[in-house]
């Protein structure tokens, strides 16, 4: 397992990466991690293009 912390201003360009491994239906997001207005997503596929500073990547290996 593989954890992201403050991916938050990179994001855009992790997305892409994971997306491009074939990891994102085993990235688990969470956005305002701790926060009010904390957001869950249960692949990185349903989540938004953008993510605020205490964003939260969770990959699963295979």
Same mark, same amino acid.
């Given at each position: 397992?593989?954890? &992201?912390? *403050?991916?938050?201003?990179?994001?855009?360009? +992790?997305? !892409?990466l994971? &997306?491009? *491994?074939?990891?994102?239906?085993?990235?688990? +997001?969470? !956005?305002?991690?701790?926060?009010?207005?904390?957001?869950?997503?249960?692949?990185?596929?349903?989540?938004?293009?953008?993510?605020?500073?205490?964003?939260?990547?969770?990959?699963?290996?295979?």
């Open positions: 397992m593989k954890v &992201l912390m *403050k991916s938050g201003k990179q994001f855009g360009q +992790v997305k !892409q994971l &997306l491009k *491994k074939g990891v994102a239906e085993r990235t688990r +997001v969470v !956005q305002n991690c701790g926060l009010p207005g904390e957001t869950i997503f249960p692949t990185l596929i349903e989540s938004e293009d953008t993510a605020g500073y205490f964003t939260l990547l969770i990959v699963k290996e295979s």
